[in-house]
């Protein structure tokens, strides 16, 4: 089964950006559609962006212009670029397909504060 890796995370200050990788352990190109997903402490894990194999993205409300989603199937990476981001932002991201049974990763931290 394919698994994915997530990296990128780090200690931010608000408005500052951040580009999230997330790398596949085997091809992703027959995989509709690819999600990033978030978990902040004490709250429920949220999908935050997918894009599907048309092209097709949708973002959470509250992140819409800030986040863009973009994968690379040659090279089995999906990404998440996040500009301006908030201090409410900050969560562990993970990122998977948007169904299907598969694992999640480690996912990757990203803090935003002052």
């Known amino acids: 089964q394919v698994q994915f890796v997530e990296s990128g995370g780090g200690s931010v200050e608000p408005g500052g950006s951040l580009r999230l990788s997330c790398t596949a352990s085997?091809?992703?190109?027959?995989?509709?559609?690819m999600g990033w997903y978030r978990e902040a402490p004490e709250k429920d894990r949220e999908l935050v962006a997918y894009?599907?194999?048309?092209?097709?993205?949708d973002y959470l409300d509250s992140v819409k212009g800030r986040f863009t989603i973009s994968r690379d199937n040659a090279k089995n990476t999906v990404y998440l670029q996040m500009n301006s981001l908030k201090p409410e932002d900050t969560a562990v991201y993970y990122c998977r397909p948007t169904s299907g049974n598969y694992a999640w990763g480690q996912g990757t931290q990203v803090t935003v504060s002052s």
């Open positions: 085997g091809s992703i190109s027959s995989i509709w559609a």
């Open positions: 894009l599907t194999g048309a092209g097709v993205t």
